[in-house]
């Protein structure tokens, strides 16, 4: 699961499990296919009036750059497909709440189709805003990390490594995708619906606030 994305995380018992499982997460369309063992039923929130049904087959490719990474439409990239059903429309926000389903598992699938077809996730900076954020420390700011120490009560063990990696501001990181529904042979697992796929979820003001702390001007 990226780190972005909320909802079910699974954990195998066995190595050899959760590397064969591993690898049919990512397998071809050939393989997914709506005769596989393997379901996946994700729920997201996008930008504009969603069409009923939708699907989306748009071959993609990775791009790396430092410690981040990117994907983008590209014609000689990896077959990507993705099917997309609107739940419902909320006029107040702009947004849709929708059923998607991945038939191909590639680094940032869902996100990018979305892009491509001009409903991108709501929060989603890094397609939303065509960037990706820098969220280093600059002299004479306020670093964010210690601002999120001081509000939730972060504790920091000085002898742990991974302690020392810079933590997000949790409402600027997050994304509006949740993986819903996993079905795998004779397995199910359903999580609960996050409060943004509500019916009665306020998401202007969500988005307003969004928007000014990852600072958007919308005067501009």
Known sequence: MNKNTSGILLFAKTKTF????????????????????????YLARVVGYFPDTIEVNLP?????????????ICEDGIEARSSFKRLFFDKDS??????????TGRTHQLRLHL?????????????LLNQIHNYRQQDGEINREN?????????????????????G???EEQIWLHAWKYSFNSHDWIAEIPEWA???????????????????????
């Open 198 to 220: 509500e019916v009665n979820f306020d998401a202007k003001s969500f988005i307003k606030e969004w928007k000014e702390r990852i600072g958007i001007d919308e005067r501009k």
């Open 147 to 167: 601002k999120w120490r001081a509000k939730y009560g972060w504790v920091f063990d000085k002898d742990c490594k991974d302690c020392n990696f810079p933590k």
């Open 115 to 127: 892009k491509a077809i001009h409903h991108p996730i709501a929060n989603d900076s890094a397609y």
């Open 169 to 171: 501001d949790p409402i």
């Open 60 to 72: 993609l490719h990775l791009v790396r750059f430092g410690t981040e990474s990117q994907s983008c």
């Open 18 to 41: 959760a590397s064969s499982f591993q690898s049919i997460l990512k397998e071809k369309s050939s393989v997914i296919s709506s005769t596989s063992s393997l379901q996946k039923i």
């Open 94 to 103: 702009n947004t849709s709440v929708i059923e998607c389903v991945p038939h």
